[in-house]
């Protein structure tokens, strides 16, 4: 298995108060995603990240705020939870040559009461 | 931009082949077409990808005609354990959309 590892895996946390998930990779990939999940939605893209401090806006960026200051780590931060962003939140990363393939982590799961 | 669109949901019965076809709008001259399959509390997970053609592996098929707006996976002879969720992501210059995805069921 790719080396992505997402943490916390999940978390509960109170309407209003910050919160920041954590991605990390060991495999050097350029591209790193945020990409957030809900039943029927399917899988929607938060940010993303084309390198060390290149970070560009996704589907569903609002809310969202994203950082990346070396290239195994990618943080998304909720700067004010609300309850429209409980959900499960994956990771990603890919390499970006042709033929490659994205990896994903195994999840978030956060619940804001 | 390119943009994939496929089927929202397909059922089907044990030991039948299953065929999901992803259009693919504005895809880019170098990029490959890529399936990706998710079960259920997991992330997905790669399964196939091909250029021009058809590719064959131990899961599935890709058949891309010539024009490569489409693809189509092809799953032999389900089980019940092929209940998921398939994707084809579209690449935006590395941007990654992967939308709803077709979601598989597969019946006894």
């Known amino acids: 298995d790719a080396g992505i590892t997402q943490s916390p895996r999940h978390k509960v946390t109170e309407t209003g108060t910050p919160v920041t998930l954590r991605c990390h990779q060991t495999?050097?990939?350029?591209?790193m995603y945020w990409y957030r999940q809900d039943p029927g939605h399917g899988l929607r893209l938060i940010h993303y990240s084309y390198g060390v401090k290149d970070t560009d806006k996704g589907e569903v960026s609002d809310g969202y705020s994203v950082s990346r200051s070396k290239t195994e780590d990618f943080l998304l931060t909720l700067e004010s939870a609300t309850s429209s962003q409980t959900s499960v939140y994956f990771c990603a990363t890919f390499s970006g040559t042709g033929g490659s393939e994205a990896f994903f982590g195994q999840g978030t799961r956060l619940t804001v009461v | 931009l390119a943009k994939t669109t496929q089927p929202i949901s397909m059922d089907s019965y044990e030991g039948q082949e299953v065929n999901i076809t992803c259009s693919h709008n504005?895809?880019?001259?170098?990029?490959?077409i890529t399936w990706y399959q998710q079960f259920p509390s997991q992330g997905p997970r790669f399964i196939i990808q091909g250029y021009k053609t058809k590719v064959t592996n131990e899961v599935a098929s890709l058949f891309i005609p010539a024009d490569r707006k489409s693809s189509t996976l092809s799953l032999p002879r389900v089980s019940l354990s092929d209940t998921a969720v398939y994707y084809c992501?579209?690449?935006?210059?590395?941007?990654?959309?992967f939308g709803q995805g077709t979601e598989l069921s597969v019946k006894p």
């Open positions: 504005n895809i880019a001259t170098n990029d490959y």
């Open positions: 992501p579209s690449n935006q210059g590395g941007k990654l959309i």
């Open positions: 495999e050097n990939h350029r591209y």
